[in-house]
């Protein structure tokens, strides 16, 4: 079931990219757009605007998606629409919520950095950061196809929104972001809509490893210590 898991999580954390918010025929999203490039590299919400390209064609529609499933549709270098069965885990600490929906030969990981406390569903632009975990409230999507003939090929979000409009014991929400081929540089227009996902509490050791490595103990047992020894 989590066969491409592990290449999925390597596109979300793989490439920093950004550009303007696109926004489908189907609604408009809040405009959070703003880029911090003092380190030389885009960093924050919608910070991968300037890679975006022009020539794309228009956000398509939002499709709409039977209850438990994840139905999108896409424009550019992915040129289909797709629908899988979904589902959704929610971690406590950290704040997050993972959508994922797979079949043997491709898959699709929405993750959200939920606020730690007060109301959780409204608009996660996609973001990047540098190091550690984005500020919340913050998306990263990602999409990889296992192709026979050519091999995986791993899709990331360079900018868009997704609106989580349920989360409870079920899960709903859209989005609409455009992807960049990470071997390629293809990019891609698509808006997707998850309905009814059941949301599992994921446990504390899976949640555990989006955390940053806490080396506070490490560093202290390799500092001298500041009373010398007695002869």
Known sequence: MNRLLPLLAIGLLAGCGGGKRATPAGGAAADTAHSDTSSGQPTGAHAGAALVDTALPPM???????????????????????GWPARAGRCRQPAMLQVLAQDPTQGLLVLLELPDSGEVTGTYPVSFTQEGLPTAPAAQL???RLDPKAGPGTYQALDG????????A?????FAVTLRNLSTD???????????????????????????????????AKKPSATPKKP
């Not at 398509?60 to 289909?80: F, I, M, N, Q, S």
Request: glycine share 6%.
């Open 60 to 82: 398509p529609d939002y499709p709409k998606a039977e209850h438990g499933e994840l139905t999108v549709e896409a424009v550019g270098d992915l040129a289909e629409k797709l």
């Open 142 to 144: 990602a999409l990889e």
């Open 161 to 168: 929104t997704v609106e989580l409009s349920q989360l409870d």
């Open 170 to 174: 079920e899960a709903s929400g859209r």
């Open 186 to 220: 293809a990019q891609s227009q698509i808006a997707g809509t998850f309905q009814g996902l059941p949301v599992i509490e994921l446990d504390s050791a899976r949640c555990a490893r989006a955390l940053p490595k806490d080396t506070s103990k490490a560093d202290s």
